[in-house]
Structure formats: structure tokens, C-alpha cells
């Protein structure tokens, strides 16, 4: 019998996924449109006379910088409701906070990811035993001391109590595979 957490299959292919095609859009268009402001707009004196490859190291590194910005905030907007915290409240921040503090701010403080319900499909906090909408056991635990256990226990590792004693003992045992 295996126990296999949710919350560890992490992949960045999975994760990359969500970013948006209006952000993806936004990256490009920022993209050209530094290039544009760099050769066009604001042409540095200093700058032009640098030798070209010069020039365009500085260009795309930072319109790389500004496109990659943009992918961020819609990676943020879409991965933020699946953690249960404020969208437009974190795109607001990444917009105001210059100089990438957004985004940081973002990864350090973000909080665990949401899994949905086996039964019913809604989102279930980390910490949540029952399911809010179906009260579906999500997380086994002990019948005596109502502590977590893991599905494969027989017996509770904070209390000793027998968990086939249980009154959802095929649930306790298995219901997690
Ligand atoms: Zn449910
Ligand atoms: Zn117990």
C-alpha cells in the first residue's frame, strides 16, 4: 500500500502551465516594445556609441527582465485563488512594489496549496480533516484523540488507539489510495 501526499507532486511543467496567455501576450509585447524604447525612444548617447553587441546584451537583458515580470504576475494571478489569497490584491503589489519586492514578497509568504475534495471537488485547506461542503474524510485521523494518522497505521502514534476500531476503519485503512 503506498502513501502518496497530494501536496509533494510538484513539477514545473505543471506549474509553468498556469500562466495565462494574456500574461504570455504581455511578455512579448514587452519585449518588442523595450526594444523599441531602447533603440528609438531613448536613445543614450553613451550607449550608442558602445559597440553593438554591447548594445544588444543590454536590450534583451532588460527587456528579458521586463517580459519575465510579466510572466510573473500571471503565474501570481492564477496560482494565488488556488492558495485562497487575494489576486488583484498581490497584482496590485507586484504592479506598486518596484524592482521585483512583489514577487518576493509573494514566494515567501504564500500559502499551501488548496487540494480539492475526491468526492465533491471543492478546495480543501491543508489542514482541513472533513471535506466543508460534503464532510468527506480527507485526512485519516484518530477516532480517540482526533490527532492525524497516516492511512497506513494500525494503531494511533499519539495515543496508542486501535484504529480498526474505528467507525470508518475501510476509510481510515485505504481510502486515501
Ligand atoms: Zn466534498
Ligand atoms: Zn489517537
Redesign the pocket.
Known amino acids: 500500500m503506498s502513501y502518496r501526499d497530494s501536496s509533494s507532486s510538484f513539477s514545473v511543467s505543471e506549474e509553468l502551465r498556469l500562466i495565462p496567455r494574456w500574461s504570455i501576450a504581455l511578455a512579448v509585447v514587452a519585449f518588442v516594445g523595450m526594444q523599441y524604447l531602447f533603440y528609438y525612444v531613448f536613445p543614450h548617447p553613451h550607449l550608442h556609441r558602445a559597440p553593438v553587441p554591447l548594445r544588444i546584451y543590454f536590450s534583451t537583458s532588460w527587456a528579458a527582465l521586463v517580459a519575465v515580470y510579466m510572466l510573473m504576475i500571471g503565474y501570481i494571478s492564477e496560482d494565488a485563488p488556488r492558495r485562497n489569497m487575494g489576486k488583484w490584491l498581490w497584482i496590485l503589489l507586484c504592479i506598486v512594489l518596484q524592482g521585483g519586492i512583489g514577487p518576493i514578497l509573494y514566494f515567501l509568504l504564500r500559502q499551501p496549496l488548496l487540494s480539492a475534495c475526491p468526492s465533491c471537488g471543492s478546495r480543501i485547506e491543508s489542514d482541513f480533516h472533513f471535506c466543508p461542503q460534503c464532510a468527506y474524510r480527507v485526512a485519516a485521523n ?6 492525524g ?1 497516516r492511512s497506513t497505521d494500525v494503531y ?6 486501535d484504529l480498526a476500531s474505528d467507525n470508518l476503519p475501510a476509510r481510515l485503512r485505504g481510502g486515501q489510495n
Request: glycine share 16%; with cysteine; proline share 0%.
Open positions: 484518530c477516532g480517540s484523540c482526533h490527532n494518522v494511533c502514534t499519539y495515543c496508542g488507539h
